[in-house]
T-cell receptor, first 116, second 109 residues
Framework: GAGVSQSPSNKVTEKGKDVELRCDPISGHTALYWYRQSLGQGLEFLIYFQGNSAPDKSGLPSDRFSAERTGGSVSTLTIQRTQQEDSAVYLC??????????????FGNGTRLTVT | GIQVEQSPPDLILQEGANSTLRCNFSDSVNNLQWFHQNPWGQLINLFYIPSGTKQNGRLSATTVATERYSLLYISSSQTTDSGVYFCAVNYNQGGKLIFGQGTELSVKP
């Protein structure tokens, strides 16, 4: 595809509900990342997928957060029992790999999550 | 883990002025990127520059890996340059990209 695609672009949910955020990476990109950006803040790493390797989940803030990547392409970030502090923009990024870490990262436009 | 520090945190320029943004990192890195986040929140790649110097129009970047810093130069700034500039690094051959806190640039007409 032309770029990283994320859906929905905006999501408003009630506290306690579960949400799923979707990311379609650039075709052929084997590495996929999720980041979170709270208002006026920097980017907080959440999780990283690389091919068939076990994902690096070291940034997930709690066990309410999980992510999967099916078929090495599309990824879903799930937040269970949402809390107001989960409100943020969730950004997905992808890059080519098989080249070590030496390839640029490309971001989607993000999903703005608001928990009321 | 690695620390990534950007300076200055904020910068206000008059249109046409030049500026230098700095990114310091606390460990050896194998990847460094500069991004521009525009006022609509889109993150745009500027440079992939683990070492050396690159130029793209009015922007250029230099990374001195041995001294653990990178510089982003903006010349003849325009109002469309406004936004937040982030640097991000990989280290230890890992894939995780760690971001600095950004420099917020505002270019006034």
């Amino acid at each position: 595809g032309a770029g990283v695609s994320q859906s929905p672009s905006n999501k408003v949910t009630e506290k306690g509900k579960d949400v799923e955020l979707r990311c379609d990476p650039i075709s052929g990109h084997t590495a996929l990342y999720w980041y979170r950006q709270s208002l006026g803040q920097g980017l907080e790493f959440l999780i990283y997928f690389q091919g068939n390797s076990a994902p690096d989940k070291s940034g997930l803030p709690s066990d309410r957060f999980s992510a999967e990547r099916t078929g090495g392409s599309v990824s879903t970030l799930t937040i269970q029992r949402t809390q107001q502090e989960d409100s943020a923009v969730y950004l997905c990024a992808s890059r080519q790999s098989g080249q070590g870490a030496g390839s640029p990262l490309h971001f989607g436009n993000g999903t703005r999550l608001t928990v009321t | 883990g690695i620390q990534v520090e950007q300076s200055p945190p904020d910068l206000i320029l008059q249109e046409g002025a030049n500026s230098t943004l700095r990114c310091n990192f606390s460990d050896s890195v194998n990847n460094l990127q500069w991004f521009h986040q525009n006022p609509w929140g889109q993150l745009i790649n500027l440079f992939y520059i683990p070492s050396g110097t690159k130029q793209n129009g009015r922007l250029s970047a230099t990374t001195v890996a041995t001294e653990r810093y990178s510089l982003l130069y903006i010349s003849s700034s325009q109002t469309t340059d406004s936004g937040v500039y982030f640097c991000a690094v990989n280290y230890n051959q890992g894939g995780k990209l760690i971001f600095g806190q950004g420099t917020e640039l505002s270019v006034k007409p």
